[in-house]
T-cell receptor, first 113, second 116 residues
Framework: AQSVSQHNHHVILSEAASLELGCNYSYGGTVNLFWYVQYPGQHLQLLLK??????LVKGIKGFEAEFIKSKFSFNLRKPSVQWSDTAEYFCAVGGTNAGKSTFGDGTTLTVKP | GAGVSQTPSNKVTEKGKYVELRCDPISGHTALYWYRQSLGQGPEFLIYFQGTGAADDSGLPNDRFFAVRPEGSVSTLKIQRTERGDSAVYLC??????????????FGPGTRLTVL
């Protein structure tokens, strides 16, 4: 069975601080990995995804994530956060031959101006 | 429409009642997904359609839950004999269905179901 663990439930940062959100997964096969974001009052939307190739993936709004296969990790990073990055962030894993994704329980990021 | 829409946005019902939740996917998207999100948790997969057929219904918790997509577009999630534990936000997503497993899923706003 596949599972996702997000270690930080709530992260509070000041503007311009660097961000790293942890994500570890368990899956018995080749995986597709995703980070989603939900801004206050908005729908869940895709930040970035990895399915093959360069393990360092760049997404929207300056976010990036690195797939480290040996550590079963897909951590999300941003060098300098802004107040507008305040949101809930979800890591998800899916198999290459399955439509469904398994989500972590999310990390709430609060950025103080 | 421009995005995935779901109706109603809120539904309050009594224990034991039947409810239907509707999802309108992005036009042309062949894949459609239903998830359930409880407070403080991430979305939990329920069922996935490719066209009119349910390609994976392994996430449906029991036989009180059923979903259909008769014409390959709109989908309805049906819950019989609702229980208080069914209270959650029910999310629908759609994708183009062209790249199995790697498609970007576009989520709707969700239906908040409250069972009293």
């Amino acid at each position: 069975a596949q599972s996702v663990s997000q270690h930080n439930h709530h992260v509070i940062l000041s503007e311009a601080a660097s961000l790293e959100l942890g994500c570890n997964y368990s899956y018995g096969g080749t995986v597709n990995l995703f980070w989603y974001v939900q801004y206050p009052g908005q729908h869940l939307q895709l930040l970035l995804k990895y399915f093959s190739g360069d393990p360092l993936v760049k997404g929207i709004k300056g976010f990036e994530a690195e797939f480290i296969k040996s550590k079963f990790s897909f951590n999300l990073r941003k060098p300098s956060v802004q107040w507008s990055d305040t949101a809930e962030y979800f890591c998800a894993v899916g198999g290459t031959n399955a439509g469904k994704s398994t989500f972590g329980d999310g990390t709430t990021l609060t950025v103080k101006p | 429409g421009a995005g995935v829409s779901q109706t109603p946005s809120n539904k309050v019902t009594e224990k034991g009642k039947y409810v239907e939740l509707r999802c309108d996917p992005i036009s042309g998207h062949t894949a459609l997904y239903w998830y359930r999100q409880s407070l403080g948790q991430g979305p939990e997969f329920l069922i996935y359609f490719q066209g009119t057929g349910a390609a994976d219904d392994s996430g449906l918790p029991n036989d009180r839950f059923f979903a259909v997509r008769p014409e390959g577009s709109v989908s309805t999630l049906k819950i019989q004999r609702t229980e208080r534990g069914d209270s959650a936000v029910y999310l629908c997503a759609s994708s183009a269905g062209t790249a199995y497993g790697t498609d970007t899923q576009y989520f709707g706003p969700g239906t908040r179901l409250t069972v009293l």
